[in-house]
Structures are given as structure tokens and as C-alpha cells.
């Protein structure tokens, strides 16, 4: 039972490529969720997902695009990337009502 | 924008001591979550206190919150190097159901 992967797990982009970062889970849980985690700011929500079908906007979501191609994977996609996008990125599932939320390991970004 | 804000930002205990932090949050909530972050890893969910609660406990660690006040503690005790690791209080409001995240407070237990 793995919970929830991300891959790539390292990644070094320079500015103006593009990318998708892969999430799954296999906890058959409706919600998924990105985040970014810049020192000492916590987790900031980039989108999510409440079910199959549906994505919406979080906190910072400028400069990325997502797609929830099934129950378990939900990909998160920079078109075109910038320095300002180095970071960790987090996916996470959850069921709904309490949301308590599942973390995959991450994927450390930077973009030279 | 964030809501928690956990307090302080850094701890240092020696080994076996307690260790407390605090989270204040701004708006109603439904629950209160303690995550725990390892370094280089993912959250790790801890404990989850609701609104209608005051205390909780899980082996080693007991939550409080206090809605009046709209803040939460953790309480590590007898702590263990295995412990090191930052801590994020999450709030999920009462009218929404994303968390929302604290900045962290790094603990360091010195063996």
C-alpha cells in the first residue's frame, strides 16, 4: 500500500521549460491537493481537487495548471517555468468531512 | 493566506524533557490538525482535535484548544531524538473544507 506518489522526486528546469509533476494514490480517496513549500512561509495551496472531475483554484495558482485524469492522479503542470517556482511541491489526498490529509514525499524543484 | 501561526519558531530540548507550541488561527473552525514533517519528507498527520473538544491525547502527545482564545498547543513529553521534525498546526474552517497551514515550528531534541 504505497499512499500517495509523486514523481519526479528531483528536478532542475531552466526558465521557460515545462514540466507536469505526477501524483497517485491508491487510498480510492475523492480529494487531492498541491502545495508549495518555500521556507518559512509553510504549505501554501497551488489547487485542488474536491472529486474526479472538478479542480479549483488555492492560494497561488498563477503560472500553473492542473488535471485530475482519474480518481488516483492528479498532475500539476508549469508551462513555462521561472526562477520564482523553485520550491517543494507537495501532493496530498484526503477523504472529505474531517480532511485529514495523506503527503507524498515531494518534489524538489529548481529552475535556473 | 495562512491561518495558523505557530508559535515559537524554533525549540531546542534536551532529550527527555517536554517540548510546547503554539498555534493561534483567526476565523471559526470545524478541526484542528497537528502534522509533522521529518527532514526532506512529507506531513505526517498526528492528531486532530474538533471544535466541540479541549484535549486530546495520542501516546506521547496531548492538544488542547481553547475556541474562545482560537489557539492550540502541543505538548511532546519525554522527548526523543526520534522527535526532531517540524510541527504544522492545519485549521479547517467552518465553512470550507481546505486546510489551511501554519509555518511550522522546528523542534531539535539534543541527545
Known amino acids: 500500500n504505497a499512499g500517495v506518489t509523486q514523481t519526479p522526486k528531483f528536478q532542475v528546469l531552466k526558465t521557460g521549460q515545462s514540466m507536469t509533476l505526477q501524483c497517485a494514490q491508491d487510498?480510492?480517496?475523492?480529494?487531492m491537493y498541491w502545495y508549495r513549500q518555500d521556507p518559512g512561509m509553510g504549505l501554501r495551496l497551488i489547487y485542488y481537487s474536491a472529486s474526479e472531475g472538478t479542480t479549483d483554484k488555492g492560494e497561488v495558482p498563477n503560472g500553473y495548471n492542473v488535471s485530475r485524469l482519474n480518481k488516483r492522479e492528479f498532475s500539476l503542470r508549469l508551462e513555462s517555468a521561472a526562477p520564482s517556482q523553485t520550491s517543494v511541491y507537495f501532493c496530498?489526498?484526503?477523504?472529505?468531512?474531517?480532511?485529514?490529509?495523506?503527503f507524498g514525499a515531494g518534489t524538489r524543484l529548481s529552475v535556473l | 493566506s495562512q491561518q495558523g501561526e505557530e508559535d515559537p519558531q524554533a525549540l531546542s530540548i534536551q532529550e527527555g524533557e517536554n517540548a510546547t507550541m503554539n498555534c493561534s488561527y483567526k476565523t471559526s473552525i470545524n478541526n484542528l490538525q497537528w502534522y509533522r514533517q521529518n527532514s526532506g519528507r512529507g506531513l505526517v498527520h498526528l492528531i486532530l482535535?474538533?471544535?466541540?473538544?479541549r484535549e486530546k491525547h495520542s501516546g506521547r502527545l496531548r492538544v488542547t484548544l481553547d475556541t474562545s482564545k482560537k489557539s492550540s498547543s502541543l505538548l511532546i513529553t519525554a522527548s526523543r531524538a526520534a522527535d526532531t521534525a517540524s510541527y504544522f498546526c492545519a485549521t479547517l474552517p467552518t465553512n470550507d473544507y481546505k486546510l489551511s497551514f501554519g509555518a511550522g515550528t522546528t523542534v531539535t531534541v539534543r541527545a
Open positions: 496530498a489526498s484526503s477523504e472529505q468531512g474531517a480532511n485529514i490529509q495523506y
Open positions: 487510498m480510492n480517496h475523492n480529494s
Open positions: 482535535i474538533r471544535s466541540n473538544e
